[in-house]
């Protein structure tokens, strides 16, 4: 079973490497994105455009005992991406891991870590019979898939300098990366490698540079840096021809003041370029300089082998939480488009593939009215690349908040007494780009009053059978002709709004598309 | 327009008075324990700090100031604390966490210290120009259109915290925290369904999608409509619609004018 496993693995890795352009998530799910481009593009096409009106409920499964709670959701929700190995779905909620079996969403163990509840969890790594989960109180634990039984779990930082670790832990060869650090807190945060047997660390990269280091000069001390957050807390995307990670980093703290950190402060708001195997960074890009409104860049660094004026081209893109659709060089990190796809209202223009802040547009204590509000124009949920239509898919909105920042706080940390009054969510639709140039080929407006916010944001996936599933602020769960954004097909999955990203796979020759929605997990098929 | 505003005023002022046995004879308070303090404070930072920040002042994702919470200020023992948080308010997304006393006891030790610390600074400065938000009232903002200083806003100023005045003069729905998703927020946008053959229902928009349409008719009924490619066809108008306009491009000059002129209406 171990030998079986890794085979899997290592077939996935050589897909992986034969090129991104012609492969997709095959028949398995084995990592948080499917594969590691973060495309959530399958090569599936047994449910197509033609035949998805047949598509029916084959299994729901319920999850129990989440304690999940806070700002996102009081009702328990799935936000992970569960993997699907060898016939079973592994799937985690704040300081839970379930086993299900894929074809009837019948459940083989569950496993509960005794800990609180907090935000979210992403999901879980796996390296052959191996399962390693993030807890909310910064451990990652080790489960044997077979039993659910507990292997080991290693503390990577204590809960007082570091709150709500929800990342899913990526294997990459024989690296469990996992990024450690929540939101807001005051502190620093950091990705680290660790040995799959033992746990043992391989390397740790801090989000923030230290004295003396390249990037210090864009904040005022290195004890500033220190304790300014920026938590890696999306799992990353690899190039394995290339052989880097693609991390994106969170905001800089204190969240909404900025006038104690003054500077770009690096690498917050970023994508950064490591080395897999020594945790070296290549290249930086930074989306948000010197972010003030919680814009965090923890969307998915989708990757495409794509083509730019008739040249074939690694690129690397992102629809960022600030409303700028971003494209890269992700061999070097060179900025080849900056181009705004929402509202937004708080930055003078871009100088040279930089967004330029407008300070005018910071919180005040008199408030300050900006374009979109702290929950963005997208957020965490994948969006898609179809290598079909050469499109770029995401869900996005229009929504604005008044900003408020105490008046002379004397020490600001975290999100200390500054504020929001959020307006409204407006405008919510699903987009198809362009991925070249980030022109608007189509999109589907959501009438609903009320559109997606952080938690409400469905993600998207794409196929081969030329659909695109994903979800509108009602709660339906929709496929679309992913060429023209034709709604096919749609179910309302009970008063909740699909909550993860959908994925497919297929077992005994069937396709399955599988999503969930608050505390469930939904599988589809074929009549 | 006058009347829905109106509406969306008072579920406003209603959703701010402090809970039923809030008020009323302050306890004893028992004396600050540094221990119990720190034990509750690393219990709310792990549970509690995401919505209501790292020093109970409010977070980022519309948790309360629980420095300036009725519940709190007026119950240093953790009493009403502890009955509160058996059912929690789950309408406005905060869910019940019913605690053993232990625990309580600590969170409500934490909390105490907490309001002592705080500085009372107010949430919103008034920053702007009355004049020149009168000027903007009577003149290119058109706000007289629908509104009057002796009618629908005579007093405004009295009834609400300059930070709410603020963000309900520049959308009059919700009350700054998240909105509610799918179902409508007051005051209520109007549908006009048309069928195929021409037949035609109006009234109170209660949810749409691309795929239905619900409304309430005169008589009270409840009306459910399936789409299919824009079939039958959607009318939806909002009472609101001069006010989205104008935030789309209102400048915060603008806004903090009108609060500076709005504060004086008493």
Known sequence: MIRRSLAIVTIVAILTAAGLAQSGTGDSWPTYHGDHSGRHYSSLKQVTVANVKNLSLAWVFRTTGSSQGGRAAPAPAIKAMPLMVNGVLYLSTPNQVFAVDARTGEQIWHYAWPGHGAIGNRGVGMFGNWLYVATPDNNIVSLDARTGKERWSKKMVSVEAVNFSSSAPVVIGNHVIVGIGGDGGGSQSFLESLDPETGASQWKWLTTPGKGEPGIETWPSAEVAARSAGAPWLPPTYDPALNLIYVTTGQPTPTYNGKGREGDNLYTCSVVALNPDTGKMAWYYQFSPHDTHDWDATQVPVLIDGTIDGQPRKLLAQANRNGYYFLLDRTNGKNLLVKQFAASNSYLGIDNGRLIPNPAKEGSPGGTLVFPDSDGAANYPSPSFSPDTGLFYVNATDAASIFYLAKDPTHPTGFGRDSEWHLGLFNSRLMALDYRTGQVRWQQKYPETAGFWSSTHPGVLTTAGGLLFSGDPSGNFIAFDAATGKPLWHARLGGTTISNSPQTFVLDGRQYVVVAAGDSLFGFALQ | ?266
């Open chain 2, 1 to 266: 327009m006058i009347a829905t505003l109106v509406l969306g005023f008072a579920l406003s002022i209603r959703a701010q008075q402090p809970p039923a046995g809030a008020r009323g004879a302050t306890p004893a308070a028992p004396p600050l324990d540094t221990a119990a303090v720190e034990r509750g404070r690393l219990f709310f930072a792990q549970v509690c700090s995401f919505c209501h920040g790292i020093d109970a002042r409010g977070g980022a994702e519309g948790g309360s100031d629980l420095t300036l919470s009725p519940i709190v200020v007026t119950d240093p023992g953790g009493r009403q604390l502890g009955e509160f948080l058996q059912v929690g308010r789950p309408e406005k997304k905060m869910p019940a966490f019913p605690l053993p006393p232990a625990q309580l006891s600590d969170v409500a030790m934490f909390l105490r210290a907490a309001v002592a610390a705080g500085d009372r600074g107010p949430a919103a400065v008034v920053v702007g120009d009355a004049r020149a938000g009168e000027a903007f009232f009577t003149g290119a903002g058109r706000c007289a259109t629908c509104h009057s200083i002796t009618g629908d806003l005579k007093g405004i100023g009295l009834k609400y915290s300059t930070a709410t005045l603020q963000g309900r003069l520049v959308l009059p729905r919700g009350t700054g925290g998240y909105p509610g998703r799918g179902s409508e927020i007051p005051p209520f946008r109007s549908v006009t369904v048309t069928l195929p053959s021409g037949e035609r229902h109006t009234g109170t928009l209660l949810s749409v999608s691309i795929f239905s349409v619900t409304l309430q008719d005169a008589a009270g009924a409840r009306r459910t409509f399936t789409r299919d490619e824009n079939v039958p066809t959607v009318e939806i108008t909002d009472p609101l619609q001069a006010h989205l306009d104008l935030m789309t491009t209102m400048a915060d000059k603008v806004m903090h004018d009108l609060t500076a002129y709005l504060v004086t209406l008493r």
